[in-house]
C-alpha cells in the first residue's frame, strides 16, 4: 500500500465516524483499521525523513 492510498483510506474512515450514523461494532472495527493506517503512514514519513537525512547529509530534525 502506498502512503496516499493509506492516507486517503483514513480519511475515508475519518468521514465516517463523524457522521455518527453507524453501528458501534462497525465503528470499532473502523477505529481500528484508522490505528494500523496511522502507524503505516508514520512509518513512511519516519523512513522518509531518514533517507531525506542520508541524502542531505545533515541533521533535518525539526524541519519534517
Known amino acids: 500500500m502506498t502512503y496516499e ?3 486517503e483510506r483514513l480519511e475515508e ?3 465516517a465516524l463523524s457522521k455518527n450514523d ?3 461494532d462497525e465503528s470499532l472495527e473502523l477505529y ?5 493506517l496511522l502507524n503505516f ?3 513512511k514519513l519516519r523512513r522518509a525523513k531518514l533517507k531525506l537525512e542520508d541524502i ?3 541533521n533535518l ?3 519534517l
Not at 481500528?32 to 494500523?36: D, P, W
Open 5 to 7: 492510498k493509506a492516507y
Open 13 to 15: 474512515i475519518s468521514q
Open 22 to 24: 453507524i453501528a458501534l
Open 32 to 36: 481500528a483499521e484508522g490505528v494500523k
Open 41 to 43: 503512514c508514520n512509518s
Open 56 to 58: 542531505n547529509g545533515n
Open 61 to 63: 530534525e525539526g524541519e
